[in-house]
Structure formats: structure tokens, C-alpha cells
């Protein structure tokens, strides 16, 4: 096979820090989340799922639903919020210290919360959305894609995958639940954030093949040191794009999550 001369013009190969200095043309979905979108040029890749993953209390859902707001305030882009392990209201409430108003966007068909989590746990809802079936993931694929086509969503957050666990008896069927969920969500036009809560920090996620059956990795650590917790972000993987592979600070404030692309971490 003869390799014709490529036209790299589009991309500077010159070396930063951490080697990465651009990304892919394909379509980008900016996150809007400060100091994050640089990390991987400019953006998520258009209908694509990734995995959001780290320890309790690292800022997966923090992360995930400010994606969701901003996708709304700064780029008019209606999302889904689907809950399985949490009250929407505690939700609504949460977000608020972040002056997030999820109500405000609910009310305007900009958002829809979906309570996968009632029915669970066989508590009455008053929520407008509502999966009566959340141990049937081909319900709540169903109920997803009605949601999608009523607000024309263009985001979709699943908080938390851990839920998967529930439906699915055997390891491989979990695997085949994991990628309906994520090749679905892809394939009716969403670009989606999948949180997991890991157990440690060598793993990436909780089911330790989540990673491979989606098309990116972004992994929050909160991790201890001399007594203090600190908290950084690392863009484990990202099919089609370049990104960083520098592990990132960033901090959690009353204006949601900051990232600090400059700065360093040492843990
Ligand atoms: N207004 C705020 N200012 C600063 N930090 C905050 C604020 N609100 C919450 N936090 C921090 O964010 C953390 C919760 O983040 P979040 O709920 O996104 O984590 P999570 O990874 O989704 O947790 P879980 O595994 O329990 O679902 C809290 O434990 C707290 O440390
Ligand atoms: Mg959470």
C-alpha cells in the first residue's frame, strides 16, 4: 500500500506540557464546563456516550447535570435527566446551591427529569415523567426516546449506571444492557453522560467493562493527602479525538464545578 502525503495542516502536532494541543474537525458538543472543553478539543463528539466515573461524592452528578444546564442556558440545547438511585426533588434542590434552577428549565420544556427511582423502590411520585418499569431496560429505552422526541433533546444524562446492576442477572448481560443503553442513546441523535460510581481508584468503573462499550472515559477523582481531600479530572479515553492525558485539579464552588487545566496534581 503506498501512503500518499497527508495534509496535516488542520492540526498542531507542536508539543505542549502533556503532548496535546487540539482535536479532531468532527462536530463538538462544548460541555460549557470551564476550563474542561480544552481538554479534548473543544468538546464532547457529537451523539456519542460517555462514561462519567469516580468515587461517592467526587461530583459525577455535579458534572453531568451542570453539562445538561448549560446545554440549555448557552446552547439552547433541551436534555434529558435520567434519576435511578435519587429523589428528583433533592435534585432540584442540589442544584440550587450551584444557582442552578432546573425548575425554571422543566417549566419550559427544556429539560425533562425522568424518575426511574419511585417505582424502584415502591414509593408514590408526583413527577411528570415517570418509569412505572425500571428493572426493563427496553422500557426505559422507550420512555427515553419519547421524552426525546416531545422536548427535542439533545443531551441526555443516566445517573447513575450502577442501576444497570439491577436488571441484568449475568455478567454478560449486563455487558449487552450497557451498550443498548449507550448505542441507543447514540443512535436516536443524544450525546450522553453515563456516571458510575467506582469502589477505588485503580478502576474506571464499577462493573470494570463500562469503559469499553462507550466511546469516552472521564474519570473524578477525590483522593486524600495529608489530610486534605483534593479533587481533579482526567480524560481517560476518547475514541476519534485527541485530548489531554494530563490529570487536571478543579473545584467544586457555589458556581458548580471549575476546571484548572494549568495547574498540576500530585496524589
Ligand atoms: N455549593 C457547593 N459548594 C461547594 N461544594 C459543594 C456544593 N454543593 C456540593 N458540593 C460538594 O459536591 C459533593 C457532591 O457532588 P456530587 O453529588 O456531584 O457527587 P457524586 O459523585 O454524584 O456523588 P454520589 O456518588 O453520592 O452520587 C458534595 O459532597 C460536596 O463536597
Ligand atoms: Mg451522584
Known sequence: MVVEDSDFSGFDFDDDEDGFEGGSQ????????????????????????????????????????????NGVVEYDEPGILVVTEEDPKNIRENMKSYNMDLKKLEQHDKLAILDSQSAKVGIPTDEEYVEVDPFDMDSTLKRIVEIKEDIGAK?????????????????????????????????????????????????MSRFDM??????????????????????????????????????NPFEISSKGIEVHPKEDVYF
Do not use: W
Open 26 to 69: 468532527s462536530e463538538r458538543v462544548p460541555t460549557g464546563i470551564k476550563g474542561f472543553d480544552e481538554l479534548c478539543g473543544g468538546g464532547l463528539l457529537k451523539n456519542r456516550s460517555y462514561l462519567v466515573s469516580g468515587n461517592a461524592g467526587s461530583g459525577k452528578s455535579t458534572f453531568s447535570i451542570q453539562y445538561l444546564h
Open 210 to 247: 463500562e469503559e469499553f462499550v462507550t466511546e469516552g472515559t472521564i474519570r473524578l477523582y477525590n483522593e486524600r493527602k495529608e489530610g486534605v481531600r483534593s479533587r481533579s479530572i482526567e480524560v481517560y479515553k476518547m475514541r476519534g479525538s485527541d485530548h489531554s492525558k494530563k490529570i
Open 155 to 203: 443531551r441526555c444524562v443516566f445517573d447513575s449506571t450502577t442501576s444497570l446492576g439491577f436488571v441484568s442477572d449475568t455478567q454478560k448481560q449486563l455487558r449487552i444492557n450497557f451498550l443498548k443503553l449507550s448505542a441507543t442513546l447514540s443512535a436516536i441523535g443524544l450525546t450522553s453522560l453515563l456516571t458510575s460510581e467506582v469502589l477505588d481508584k485503580n478502576r
